[in-house]
Protein backbone atom coordinates (compact mmCIF):
# COMPACT_ATOMS: atom_id res chain seq x y z
CA UNK A 1 0.00 0.00 0.00
CA UNK A 2 1.57 3.98 -1.08
CA UNK A 3 2.42 5.77 2.19
CA UNK A 4 0.03 8.94 2.45
CA UNK A 5 2.12 11.91 1.69
CA UNK A 6 1.58 15.12 3.46
CA UNK A 7 2.62 18.91 3.26
CA UNK A 8 4.69 19.41 5.78
CA UNK A 9 6.57 23.04 6.50
CA UNK A 10 10.20 22.44 6.16
CA UNK A 11 11.05 26.29 6.74
CA UNK A 12 9.11 29.70 6.76
CA UNK A 13 10.61 33.22 6.96
CA UNK A 14 8.97 37.14 7.08
CA UNK A 15 10.20 40.41 5.95
CA UNK A 16 9.34 43.91 7.02
CA UNK A 17 10.02 46.99 5.64
CA UNK A 18 12.09 49.49 7.85
CA UNK A 19 10.25 52.49 7.66
CA UNK A 20 7.66 52.55 10.40
CA UNK A 21 4.20 54.39 10.77
CA UNK A 22 3.31 55.07 14.10
CA UNK A 23 -0.26 55.73 14.95
CA UNK A 24 0.99 58.85 16.51
CA UNK A 25 2.10 59.80 13.52
CA UNK A 26 -1.35 59.35 11.87
CA UNK A 27 -2.69 61.61 14.05
CA UNK A 28 -0.46 64.05 12.12
CA UNK A 29 -2.43 63.05 9.05
CA UNK A 30 -6.08 62.81 9.34
CA UNK A 31 -8.69 63.06 12.25
CA UNK A 32 -7.59 59.99 14.53
CA UNK A 33 -6.15 59.66 17.66
CA UNK A 34 -3.92 56.52 19.29
CA UNK A 35 -6.41 55.91 21.90
CA UNK A 36 -9.19 54.94 18.85
CA UNK A 37 -7.07 53.04 17.06
CA UNK A 38 -5.74 51.00 20.27
CA UNK A 39 -9.31 50.31 21.16
CA UNK A 40 -10.79 49.70 18.67
CA UNK A 41 -8.04 47.60 16.12
CA UNK A 42 -5.32 46.93 18.58
CA UNK A 43 -2.90 48.63 16.14
CA UNK A 44 0.04 50.46 17.27
CA UNK A 45 2.34 50.54 14.49
CA UNK A 46 2.67 49.36 10.95
CA UNK A 47 5.83 48.88 8.20
CA UNK A 48 5.68 50.82 4.96
CA UNK A 49 7.45 50.15 1.94
CA UNK A 50 10.11 52.82 0.93
CA UNK A 51 10.08 54.39 -2.11
CA UNK A 52 10.67 51.75 -5.11
CA UNK A 53 10.53 48.83 -2.80
CA UNK A 54 8.44 46.49 -4.32
CA UNK A 55 6.29 43.26 -3.82
CA UNK A 56 8.63 41.18 -5.17
CA UNK A 57 11.39 42.56 -3.16
CA UNK A 58 9.73 41.92 0.27
CA UNK A 59 9.17 38.57 -1.09
CA UNK A 60 12.42 37.75 -1.78
CA UNK A 61 13.93 38.56 1.21
CA UNK A 62 11.22 36.08 3.34
CA UNK A 63 12.06 33.49 1.11
CA UNK A 64 15.61 34.03 1.80
CA UNK A 65 14.84 33.33 5.50
CA UNK A 66 12.42 29.88 4.96
CA UNK A 67 15.22 28.50 2.80
CA UNK A 68 17.57 29.55 5.76
CA UNK A 69 15.72 27.81 7.76
CA UNK A 70 14.99 24.76 5.37
CA UNK A 71 18.45 23.91 4.77
CA UNK A 72 17.56 24.54 1.50
CA UNK A 73 18.84 25.55 -1.67
CA UNK A 74 16.83 27.48 -4.07
CA UNK A 75 16.93 24.78 -7.00
CA UNK A 76 15.31 22.12 -4.47
CA UNK A 77 12.15 24.62 -5.32
CA UNK A 78 9.76 22.39 -8.04
CA UNK A 79 6.99 24.87 -7.65
CA UNK A 80 6.16 28.99 -6.62
CA UNK A 81 2.89 30.44 -5.62
CA UNK A 82 2.90 34.05 -4.39
CA UNK A 83 -0.37 35.25 -3.02
CA UNK A 84 -0.84 38.89 -3.44
CA UNK A 85 -3.38 41.68 -4.19
CA UNK A 86 -0.36 44.18 -5.04
CA UNK A 87 1.93 43.02 -7.83
CA UNK A 88 4.67 44.77 -9.04
CA UNK A 89 3.48 44.40 -12.67
CA UNK A 90 0.05 43.69 -14.39
CA UNK A 91 1.91 40.61 -15.92
CA UNK A 92 4.25 39.25 -15.58
CA UNK A 93 2.97 37.51 -12.39
CA UNK A 94 4.92 38.26 -8.73
CA UNK A 95 5.65 34.60 -8.64
CA UNK A 96 7.25 34.88 -11.71
CA UNK A 97 9.88 37.68 -11.22
CA UNK A 98 10.62 36.15 -7.71
CA UNK A 99 11.43 33.06 -9.35
CA UNK A 100 14.14 35.26 -11.38
CA UNK A 101 15.26 36.66 -8.55
CA UNK A 102 15.72 33.19 -7.04
CA UNK A 103 17.91 32.41 -9.75
CA UNK A 104 16.10 28.90 -11.18
CA UNK A 105 13.89 28.46 -14.37
CA UNK A 106 11.71 25.72 -15.53
CA UNK A 107 9.13 24.52 -12.36
CA UNK A 108 5.70 26.69 -12.70
CA UNK A 109 5.29 30.26 -11.15
CA UNK A 110 1.74 31.65 -10.48
CA UNK A 111 -0.38 34.57 -8.37
CA UNK A 112 -3.11 33.52 -6.76
CA UNK A 113 -5.30 36.51 -5.97
CA UNK A 114 -7.89 36.16 -3.15
CA UNK A 115 -6.80 39.14 -0.98
CA UNK A 116 -6.68 38.56 3.06
CA UNK A 117 -7.54 34.96 2.31
CA UNK A 118 -4.42 34.88 -0.21
CA UNK A 119 -2.08 32.42 2.02
CA UNK A 120 -4.19 30.24 2.81
CA UNK A 121 -5.86 29.73 -0.50
CA UNK A 122 -2.28 29.62 -1.96
CA UNK A 123 -1.41 27.00 0.82
CA UNK A 124 -4.44 25.16 -0.10
CA UNK A 125 -3.31 24.75 -3.59
CA UNK A 126 0.16 23.28 -3.01
CA UNK A 127 -0.96 20.91 -0.92
CA UNK A 128 -3.05 20.02 -3.73
CA UNK A 129 0.28 19.79 -6.02
CA UNK A 130 2.27 17.86 -3.72
CA UNK A 131 -0.90 15.25 -2.39
CA UNK A 132 -1.22 14.19 -6.09
CA UNK A 133 2.52 14.10 -6.00
CA UNK A 134 3.34 16.65 -9.11
CA UNK A 135 5.36 19.22 -6.54
CA UNK A 136 7.63 18.09 -4.02
CA UNK A 137 8.95 21.48 -2.73
CA UNK A 138 6.56 24.11 -3.04
CA UNK A 139 7.71 27.84 -2.24
CA UNK A 140 4.39 29.37 -0.67
CA UNK A 141 4.17 33.34 -0.47
CA UNK A 142 2.04 35.95 0.90
CA UNK A 143 3.43 39.52 -0.16
CA UNK A 144 1.74 43.14 -0.06
CA UNK A 145 2.63 46.55 -0.48
CA UNK A 146 -0.86 47.77 0.12
CA UNK A 147 0.48 51.21 1.34
CA UNK A 148 0.28 51.42 -2.97
CA UNK A 149 -3.85 50.84 -2.66
CA UNK A 150 -4.67 53.21 0.38
CA UNK A 151 -5.90 56.86 0.20
CA UNK A 152 -3.92 58.24 2.93
CA UNK A 153 -6.43 61.02 3.76
CA UNK A 154 -9.58 58.37 4.40
CA UNK A 155 -9.31 57.79 8.14
CA UNK A 156 -11.11 54.67 7.58
CA UNK A 157 -8.71 52.74 6.10
CA UNK A 158 -5.38 54.33 6.11
CA UNK A 159 -4.67 53.46 9.90
CA UNK A 160 -5.27 49.75 9.08
CA UNK A 161 -3.03 48.19 7.10
CA UNK A 162 0.59 47.75 6.46
CA UNK A 163 2.99 46.20 4.03
CA UNK A 164 4.73 43.02 4.74
CA UNK A 165 5.95 39.53 3.28
CA UNK A 166 5.80 35.70 5.16
CA UNK A 167 7.08 32.52 2.65
CA UNK A 168 6.90 28.59 3.70
CA UNK A 169 8.40 25.84 2.36
CA UNK A 170 6.40 22.91 1.90
CA UNK A 171 7.93 19.80 1.21
CA UNK A 172 6.54 15.89 0.64
CA UNK A 173 6.83 14.05 3.95
CA UNK A 174 5.47 10.72 4.90
CA UNK A 175 5.29 12.63 8.72
CA UNK A 176 1.70 14.51 8.93
CA UNK A 177 1.56 18.10 8.17
CA UNK A 178 -1.29 20.03 6.31
CA UNK A 179 -4.32 17.89 7.81
CA UNK A 180 -6.67 19.35 5.75
CA UNK A 181 -7.32 23.23 3.77
CA UNK A 182 -10.99 24.65 3.31
CA UNK A 183 -11.19 27.45 1.22
CA UNK A 184 -14.31 29.64 0.28
CA UNK A 185 -15.97 32.98 -1.72
CA UNK A 186 -19.22 34.61 -1.58
CA UNK A 187 -18.73 37.63 -4.64
CA UNK A 188 -22.21 38.94 -4.05
CA UNK A 189 -20.33 41.31 -1.31
CA UNK A 190 -17.79 42.76 -3.94
CA UNK A 191 -18.72 45.98 -2.61
CA UNK A 192 -18.03 45.79 1.03
CA UNK A 193 -14.26 45.70 1.05
CA UNK A 194 -12.52 46.60 -3.01
CA UNK A 195 -10.50 48.85 -4.71
CA UNK A 196 -12.69 49.89 -7.34
CA UNK A 197 -10.69 50.92 -10.34
CA UNK A 198 -8.30 48.37 -12.34
CA UNK A 199 -6.86 47.43 -15.48
CA UNK A 200 -10.03 46.45 -17.36
CA UNK A 201 -12.11 48.75 -15.14
CA UNK A 202 -11.84 52.26 -14.86
CA UNK A 203 -8.27 51.99 -15.93
CA UNK A 204 -7.64 55.63 -16.27
CA UNK A 205 -9.42 56.95 -13.24
CA UNK A 206 -7.64 59.60 -11.62
CA UNK A 207 -10.41 59.75 -8.49
CA UNK A 208 -8.18 58.75 -5.48
CA UNK A 209 -11.24 57.08 -3.96
CA UNK A 210 -11.86 54.91 -7.22
CA UNK A 211 -7.97 54.15 -7.16
CA UNK A 212 -7.52 52.75 -3.26
CA UNK A 213 -9.05 50.56 -0.99
CA UNK A 214 -12.99 51.03 0.26
CA UNK A 215 -14.20 49.37 3.28
CA UNK A 216 -17.63 49.42 4.85
CA UNK A 217 -15.70 48.25 8.11
CA UNK A 218 -18.51 47.53 10.45
CA UNK A 219 -20.16 45.63 8.17
CA UNK A 220 -17.19 43.59 7.61
CA UNK A 221 -16.35 42.85 11.18
CA UNK A 222 -19.68 41.28 11.50
CA UNK A 223 -19.22 39.21 9.04
CA UNK A 224 -15.78 38.25 9.61
CA UNK A 225 -16.60 37.20 13.47
CA UNK A 226 -19.32 34.62 12.36
CA UNK A 227 -17.18 33.58 8.73
CA UNK A 228 -14.34 32.53 11.01
CA UNK A 229 -16.07 30.83 13.64
CA UNK A 230 -18.01 28.68 11.02
CA UNK A 231 -15.27 27.63 9.19
CA UNK A 232 -13.18 26.55 12.42
CA UNK A 233 -16.02 24.61 12.85
CA UNK A 234 -15.85 22.78 9.80
CA UNK A 235 -12.01 22.41 9.84
CA UNK A 236 -12.31 20.44 13.13
CA UNK A 237 -15.37 18.41 11.99
CA UNK A 238 -13.68 17.12 9.33
CA UNK A 239 -10.76 15.89 11.26
CA UNK A 240 -12.88 14.35 13.65
CA UNK A 241 -11.18 17.24 15.96
CA UNK A 242 -12.52 18.72 19.48
CA UNK A 243 -11.39 22.44 20.12
CA UNK A 244 -9.20 21.15 23.07
CA UNK A 245 -6.61 19.68 20.18
CA UNK A 246 -5.26 23.00 18.94
CA UNK A 247 -2.45 24.34 20.17
CA UNK A 248 -2.17 27.48 18.37
CA UNK A 249 -4.46 30.23 16.53
CA UNK A 250 -2.41 31.53 13.52
CA UNK A 251 -5.34 34.03 12.51
CA UNK A 252 -5.34 36.44 9.95
CA UNK A 253 -4.51 40.06 11.74
CA UNK A 254 -7.07 42.57 10.61
CA UNK A 255 -8.12 43.69 13.75
CA UNK A 256 -7.05 42.32 17.89
CA UNK A 257 -10.66 42.43 18.53
CA UNK A 258 -11.93 39.63 15.93
CA UNK A 259 -8.96 37.79 16.74
CA UNK A 260 -9.83 37.38 20.88
CA UNK A 261 -13.44 36.27 19.61
CA UNK A 262 -12.36 33.50 17.49
CA UNK A 263 -10.57 32.44 19.75
CA UNK A 264 -12.90 32.76 22.93
CA UNK A 265 -15.59 30.82 20.57
CA UNK A 266 -12.33 27.87 20.35
CA UNK A 267 -12.17 28.18 24.04
CA UNK A 268 -8.72 28.88 23.86
CA UNK A 269 -6.73 31.05 26.23
CA UNK A 270 -5.82 34.28 25.21
CA UNK A 271 -1.80 33.53 24.69
CA UNK A 272 -2.93 30.34 22.39
CA UNK A 273 -3.57 32.90 19.73
CA UNK A 274 -0.77 34.19 17.83
CA UNK A 275 -0.91 37.99 17.83
CA UNK A 276 1.02 40.67 14.96
CA UNK A 277 -1.87 43.32 14.55
CA UNK A 278 -0.29 45.64 17.35
CA UNK A 279 3.13 45.49 14.86
CA UNK A 280 2.16 44.85 11.84
CA UNK A 281 -1.48 46.02 11.04
CA UNK A 282 -3.28 44.18 8.64
CA UNK A 283 -0.72 43.38 5.92
CA UNK A 284 -3.78 41.23 4.14
CA UNK A 285 -1.70 37.83 2.21
CA UNK A 286 1.04 38.02 4.68
CA UNK A 287 -0.70 38.36 7.48
CA UNK A 288 -0.77 34.56 8.21
CA UNK A 289 3.05 33.88 7.34
CA UNK A 290 4.12 36.48 9.78
CA UNK A 291 2.44 35.26 12.31
CA UNK A 292 3.57 31.58 11.72
CA UNK A 293 6.98 32.87 11.18
CA UNK A 294 6.85 34.33 14.48
CA UNK A 295 5.71 31.81 16.41
CA UNK A 296 7.83 29.24 15.02
CA UNK A 297 11.29 31.45 15.65
CA UNK A 298 10.31 32.61 19.08
CA UNK A 299 9.78 28.77 19.96
CA UNK A 300 6.20 28.76 20.66
CA UNK A 301 5.33 27.20 18.08
CA UNK A 302 7.15 23.08 18.31
CA UNK A 303 7.13 20.38 16.18
CA UNK A 304 4.23 17.91 16.46
CA UNK A 305 1.66 21.11 17.63
CA UNK A 306 -1.24 21.48 16.09
CA UNK A 307 -2.23 24.67 14.32
CA UNK A 308 -5.43 26.41 12.72
CA UNK A 309 -4.94 28.96 10.79
CA UNK A 310 -8.03 30.94 9.16
CA UNK A 311 -8.48 33.96 7.39
CA UNK A 312 -11.23 36.20 6.22
CA UNK A 313 -11.23 39.05 3.02
CA UNK A 314 -12.09 40.82 0.06
CA UNK A 315 -14.46 39.05 -2.24
CA UNK A 316 -15.54 38.03 0.27
CA UNK A 317 -12.60 34.79 0.27
CA UNK A 318 -12.13 32.88 3.42
CA UNK A 319 -10.06 29.86 4.59
CA UNK A 320 -8.46 27.64 6.81
CA UNK A 321 -6.03 25.29 7.04
CA UNK A 322 -5.14 22.66 10.13
CA UNK A 323 -1.55 21.16 10.38
CA UNK A 324 0.15 19.53 12.41
CA UNK A 325 3.57 21.33 12.62
O1 LIG B 1 -8.71 42.06 6.27
C1 LIG B 1 -9.94 42.03 5.64
C2 LIG B 1 -11.02 42.03 6.59
N1 LIG B 1 -11.10 43.30 7.25
C3 LIG B 1 -11.57 43.34 8.46
O2 LIG B 1 -11.85 42.32 9.01
C4 LIG B 1 -11.82 44.69 9.08
C5 LIG B 1 -13.12 44.64 9.79
N2 LIG B 1 -13.56 45.88 10.38
C6 LIG B 1 -12.97 46.44 11.48
O3 LIG B 1 -11.93 45.98 11.92
C7 LIG B 1 -13.68 47.58 12.16
O4 LIG B 1 -14.98 47.68 11.65
C8 LIG B 1 -12.98 48.94 11.99
C9 LIG B 1 -11.71 48.95 12.85
C10 LIG B 1 -12.66 49.20 10.54
C11 LIG B 1 -13.88 50.08 12.52
O5 LIG B 1 -14.27 49.83 13.85
P1 LIG B 1 -15.80 49.96 14.28
O6 LIG B 1 -15.86 49.73 15.72
O7 LIG B 1 -16.56 49.00 13.39
O8 LIG B 1 -16.11 51.46 13.96
P2 LIG B 1 -17.19 52.10 12.96
O9 LIG B 1 -16.79 51.85 11.55
O10 LIG B 1 -18.56 51.69 13.37
O11 LIG B 1 -16.99 53.62 13.27
C12 LIG B 1 -17.24 54.16 14.56
C13 LIG B 1 -16.89 55.64 14.56
C14 LIG B 1 -17.46 56.38 13.36
O12 LIG B 1 -17.86 57.66 13.83
P3 LIG B 1 -19.42 57.98 14.12
O13 LIG B 1 -20.11 57.76 12.81
O14 LIG B 1 -19.82 56.98 15.18
O15 LIG B 1 -19.38 59.38 14.59
C15 LIG B 1 -16.27 56.57 12.45
O16 LIG B 1 -16.37 57.71 11.65
O17 LIG B 1 -15.48 55.80 14.48
C16 LIG B 1 -15.15 56.72 13.44
N3 LIG B 1 -13.84 56.39 12.90
C17 LIG B 1 -12.69 56.85 13.39
N4 LIG B 1 -12.43 57.68 14.42
C18 LIG B 1 -11.13 57.95 14.69
C19 LIG B 1 -13.54 55.55 11.86
N5 LIG B 1 -12.23 55.50 11.67
C20 LIG B 1 -11.68 56.29 12.61
C21 LIG B 1 -10.34 56.63 12.93
N6 LIG B 1 -10.13 57.46 13.97
N7 LIG B 1 -9.30 56.13 12.25
Not at 70 to 83: K, R, T
Request: glycine share 8%.
Amino acid sequence: MNQKVYSRIAGTGGYLPEKILTNADLEKMVDTSDEWIRERTGIEQRHIAAEGQTTCDLAEQATLKALDMAGLEASAIDLIIVATTTPDKTFPSTACLLQQRLAIHGCPAFDIQAVCSGFVYALSVADQFIKTGMAKCVLVVGAETLSRIINWTDRNTCVLFGDGAGAVLLEASEQEGILSTHIHADGQYEDLLHVPSGISKLPSSDSIEERTMNMKGNEVFKMAINTLSRIAKETLEANGLQKEDIDWLVPHQANLRIINGTAKKLKLSADQAVITVHKHANTSSASVPLALDEAIRDGRIQRGHMLLLEAFGGGFTWGSALIRY
